[in-house]
């Protein structure tokens, strides 16, 4: 698929595929992810845990876990008297991130939970940050999405959004698109051979996403105040933060 064709067919983001493309992928995902980002990937995730740093003792709440790599990396820079909750509704996706929180006793502070982002079963001001890492763009309605995020969280809390984004300087923009677009779906279905092309879903959704400014209006839009970004990495990816009012 060429460049200017992403953009041309919307991309199916309903429940039923991505449950059934991130169960393909799950026992591949942890590998695939290190490997398509060259490592760059565990930096993003540590820049955010200090950057949107925990305080006091409320609890946390990662949406869209996955395999729980930020929910593991708040709770070792929270301490264990802070839980942390990571929730997503992809089942192989949790099993895998419960193994990984059994082979290590400092993620006893770790909670997993089957959760659709867009219907969470938390009480209203609850967290003091809920984040989400590359899984807002996976999310059906991108807006209820957000507003869930928004509800849960405490006022005066944080809700941070860790995203891929598209670079804005060439040439560096240009060997980027041809990465996405033609590189990493066919390094990625020859590793992690799955029935709904997980790897050209990718670049797809990236390319349809809102980012930076229009991303952090949507943020504004669901309630949220004082948001800022920070470019990651020359711009492929994106961190967001927000504020509940108090």
Not at 99 to 114: G, H, L, M
Not at 173 to 179: D, E, H, I, Q, R
Not at 228 to 237: E, H, S
Not at 240 to 245: S, T
Request: charged share 25%.
């Amino acid at each position: 698929m060429k460049p200017h064709q992403l953009a041309m067919t919307k991309v199916d983001k309903s429940n039923r595929r991505v449950q059934r493309m991130f169960g393909q992928i799950a026992s591949n995902y942890d590998r695939m992810n290190h490997l398509l980002s060259m490592n760059v990937d565990r930096y993003w995730r540590w820049y955010t845990v200090r950057k949107v740093a925990p305080v006091g003792d409320a609890p946390i709440l990662d949406i869209c876990s996955g395999t729980g790599d930020l929910a593991f990396a708040y709770s070792r820079r929270a301490g264990r008297g802070v839980q942390v909750v990571g929730a997503d509704f992809t089942r192989e996706m949790l099993q895998i991130a419960e193994q990984k929180k059994s082979r290590r006793s400092i993620y006893e502070n770790v909670r997993f939970v089957e959760a659709d982002a867009q219907h969470l079963p938390f009480e209203d001001n609850s967290f003091q940050i809920v984040s989400v890492a590359f899984g807002l763009r996976n999310i059906a309605d991108t807006d209820r999405g957000l507003s869930e995020m928004t509800r849960v969280c405490q006022p005066g809390g944080k809700v941070t959004v860790l995203e891929f984004s598209r670079p804005g300087w060439q040439p560096f923009k240009a060997l980027y698109g041809l990465y996405m677009s033609r590189i990493l779906p066919r390094i990625g279905q020859f590793f992690a051979k799955n029935e709904e092309e997980a790897y050209n879903y990718l670049p797809e959704s990236v390319s349809q996403f809102p980012d930076g400014q229009r991303l952090l209006d949507r943020m504004h839009e669901n309630g949220l105040v004082n948001g800022k970004y920070f470019r990651l990495t020359g711009g492929i990816a994106t961190l967001y933060v927000a504020e509940k009012p108090v």
